[in-house]
């Protein structure tokens, strides 16, 4: 699967649009990563805990926008962005999403 985050492909050209596609998480930290990462605030710089629990949702955000594209017939995504947003004190939600498409090889 071909995901970039422009419209167009290099070397490529899109001959259909499948549409709109996401891929959704919402995770929560424990309560001892919630601890942790309250302690390491106090003393400033980065939050490994949080940093790590992000970057594992990404991955997996992308995974879901992946079988979603799949299950629709697609073979890329354009326009691929992220989004994040806080759910209470304790849940973040991460999505991914963009374009479906198929495309093949220029020339």
Known sequence: MIIVTTEEIAGHRIVESKGEIFG?????????GN??????SLAGGEISEY???LEDTRR?????MVK????MGAN???RMQFDSSEIGQTMSEIVAYGT???VEPEG
């Open 24 to 32: 959704l998480v919402v995770r929560s930290r424990g309560l001892g």
């Open 35 to 40: 601890v942790m990462a309250g302690l390491r």
């Open 51 to 53: 940093t790590q629990l």
């Open 60 to 64: 997996q955000v992308v995974d879901w």
């Open 68 to 71: 979603n594209a799949q299950a």
């Open 76 to 78: 890329a995504v354009v």
């Open 100 to 102: 479906a498409v198929v």
